[in-house]
Structure formats: structure tokens, C-alpha cells
């Protein structure tokens, strides 16, 4: 980790939040109804534990969920794309343009609509940002319906 942006990071960053598992179409559809009947965005992220941008964000998801308004409006699934091996065919379903890059950040709102396909690449270089700017992402997002 000789990044010196990686050091502020490192006792937040999670090694294994990205379980090697293939998701198809369904299971994403799935996830996103559910979220809906919550009445919460679904937040899909596309990610690797070899990333360490997806490990940082791994991470803020895991410190945003102590605030409320986190929890009451977003549900999140962590989805590996390995070294983009695996579970590309979804993330190409949700983003043609995205053959690399990771990690991709997806949400919902509760009609099932796509609010941020052109910034889905936001947090790929995370490790630049400020501890509040998973938080600053999502409320910008918390009010579309």
C-alpha cells in the first residue's frame, strides 16, 4: 500500500466485501423490486476486493449505515466482478460503455428507474474523496422518485 491517498483509508477499507458469486438479470431485478416495496433506492455497486477503490467504498457503505437517513432510504448489494471474469453480462446490461473500471455504482429509485447511468463511474477513484462523500452521493439522490 505504498499509495500515500491509500493510508488515510486503510483501517476502513473491507478485504472480502465482494463474495465471487454470479448474478444474473433476475436476481438483480429481484433485488431492486425489493427495495421498492421497502420504499428505498436500490444501489447496486460492481466491485472486486483486489480494487482498492471498491475496498474503500466497501467501507463507506459500512460507516453509512450508521446514519439514519441511509438506512431508512438505501439497500445496497455488493456485486465481484472478479478480474472482470465474472458477472460482466450484468454490469454491461445496466452500462454497454463499461469494460473497465470498477468500481460501478448503480441506484434505483422506487420506480425502478436508472437516476445516475452517466456518473456510475463516480467513485472509481474514492480514495481521492472526502469520509463524506458516499453520504454527499447519496442525499443528492435520497429525494428522486
Request: proline share 2%.
Amino acid at each position: 500500500m505504498a499509495d500515500k491517498t491509500l493510508l488515510k483509508w486503510k483501517s476502513l477499507m473491507i478485504s472480502d466485501a465482494f463474495v465471487e458469486k454470479l448474478v444474473d438479470a433476475a436476481e438483480i431485478e429481484t433485488f431492486v423490486n425489493n427495495a421498492t416495496i421497502e420504499t428505498k433506492k436500490a444501489i447496486i455497486i460492481f466491485g472486486a476486493n483486489w480494487c482498492p477503490d471498491c475496498r474503500i467504498l466497501a467501507g463507506l457503505i459500512q460507516s453509512a449505515q450508521n446514519h439514519k437517513s441511509i438506512r431508512e432510504n438505501f439497500r445496497f448489494l455488493l456485486i465481484d466482478v472478479k478480474n472482470y471474469e465474472i458477472n460482466m453480462n450484468v454490469l454491461k446490461q445496466l452500462d454497454p460503455k463499461a469494460d473497465s473500471g470498477i468500481p460501478r455504482v448503480f441506484i434505483f429509485d422506487n420506480n425502478n428507474i436508472l437516476l445516475n447511468l452517466d456518473r456510475n463511474d463516480y467513485f472509481r477513484t474514492v480514495r481521492s474523496m472526502h469520509e463524506n462523500a458516499l453520504i454527499d452521493y447519496l442525499d443528492s439522490f435520497r429525494m428522486a422518485t
